[in-house]
Structures are given as structure tokens and as C-alpha cells.
């Protein structure tokens, strides 16, 4: 057993202090704000108020799930996830606002409705990004990144111009739309 002490309580912290207490090692963490969560930390103000500082999507549900399943639980144990319709609203200035509704055929309507020709383009975005998805999850989030070895994997090799890493994301976008800059 080793006595490990860990600077940070965000997610990144947290979740390897779980992982490093189920080793059975005793971990500290040490935190320089007030409250744990880093920048998905909620802040709480004397009005009653309450804030989400960070994240607003949920992302990744997978890596959630594994999580909690590695200790024997699962999300519900501790939250509920409740699917909103619209997704969220852009808001462009006062009675002038864009609701993006969480159905996808109704999404590829209102793409179509702003651009002709743009909801078949979206379809082809999201089946690269699911290949992206796919290969980030199966080929790199779980590595330990311990050795450059680890990431000589013929699929990663092969895919790399089709995971376009090299790629900024604002001009992988206007690939596909016509944005004005
Ligand atoms: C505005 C915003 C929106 C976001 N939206 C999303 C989203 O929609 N979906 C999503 O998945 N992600 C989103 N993210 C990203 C997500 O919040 C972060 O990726 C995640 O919270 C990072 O966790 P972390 O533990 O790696 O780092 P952090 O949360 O940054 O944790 C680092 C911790 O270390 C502490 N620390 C640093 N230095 C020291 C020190 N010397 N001593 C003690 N403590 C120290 C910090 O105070 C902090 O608590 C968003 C982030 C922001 C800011």
C-alpha cells in the first residue's frame, strides 16, 4: 500500500482517487477551492441561486457508466438523466432565438430550413463523427499513455486522416456548411 496524495478534486482527481482507494492505497486529495468538482463545480449564491460552471452536456455517457459499474454501482444510484426537448435554445438577441430540438429527423428539418441541401451534409458529419467516437473510445481514452508504443495500432495508423487530427475543428465544420467567417 502506498500513501498517495493527488492536487485537484475535478473529475480527473476524483475519479483516480476512487480508482486508487479501491487498489487499496490511502489517498489524500488536496483542493485549493472551496468546493470539489473543478470546473464542473456548482456555485451557490447567498440569493439562492445556483450556477453549473462548466459542463453542460453530457457527453461521453459510456465513460459514466463504466465508471460507476467498476464500483459496483450504476449513474441512477446517484442522479437521473432526464432528455430535454429542445436541447437548448441559441439566443441571438431579444424575441430573436434558434431552438434545437433533440429529435434528429426534426434537426436535419430545421438544418435544411437555414440551408438547402445542408440536412444530408449533417448525416454525413455525424457517421464521422461516430467513427470518430468509436475509434477515440476503443483505441485511445483507456490507454494508460504510459508509451508512444501503445498507440502503434494498425487501425489508428490507417485511420489517422479519417480521424483528421491535424484538422482544426472550426474549418472541419465549414467543410460541410456555408458559415461566413
Ligand atoms: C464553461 C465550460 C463548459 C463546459 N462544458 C462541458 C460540457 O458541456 N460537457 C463536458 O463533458 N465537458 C464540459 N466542460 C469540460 C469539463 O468541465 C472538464 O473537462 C472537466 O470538468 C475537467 O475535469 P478535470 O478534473 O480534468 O480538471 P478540473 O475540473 O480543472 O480540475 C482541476 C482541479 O484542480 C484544482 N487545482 C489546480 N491546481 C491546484 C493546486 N496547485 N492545488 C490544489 N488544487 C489545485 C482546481 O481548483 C480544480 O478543482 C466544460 C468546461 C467549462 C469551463
Not at 461521453?60 to 463504466?66: A, L, Q, R, S, T
Not at 467513427?131 to 485511420?159: A, C, W
Amino acid at each position: 500500500m502506498s500513501k498517495i496524495a493527488i492536487i485537484g478534486a475535478g473529475f480527473s482527481g476524483l475519479s483516480a482517487a476512487a480508482y486508487l482507494c479501491q487498489a487499496g492505497h490511502e489517498v489524500h486529495v488536496y483542493e485549493k477551492n472551496g468546493s470539489v468538482g473543478g470546473r464542473a463545480r456548482q456555485l451557490y449564491t447567498d440569493e439562492g441561486y445556483m450556477f453549473d460552471m462548466g459542463p453542460s452536456w453530457y457527453w461521453m455517457p459510456g465513460v459514466f457508466e463504466k465508471f460507476f459499474a467498476d464500483f459496483g454501482h450504476t449513474v441512477s444510484d446517484f442522479y437521473q438523466l432526464k432528455l430535454l426537448d429542445p436541447s437548448f435554445d441559441i439566443i441571438y438577441g431579444e424575441n430573436d432565438k434558434m431552438s434545437i430540438p433533440e429529435n434528429f429527423s426534426k434537426l436535419c428539418t430545421l438544418f435544411e430550413s437555414i440551408e438547402k441541401g445542408s440536412a444530408d451534409k449533417l448525416k454525413t458529419f455525424m457517421e464521422e463523427a461516430a467513427y470518430k467516437y468509436k475509434t477515440g473510445i476503443d483505441k485511445l481514452v483507456y490507454k494508460p499513455g504510459l508509451s508512444y508504443r501503445e498507440f502503434l495500432d494498425m487501425d489508428l495508423v490507417k485511420g489517422v486522416f479519417k480521424l483528421q487530427v491535424f484538422t482544426s475543428f472550426s474549418k472541419h465544420v465549414r467543410s460541410f456548411l456555408s458559415i461566413p467567417n
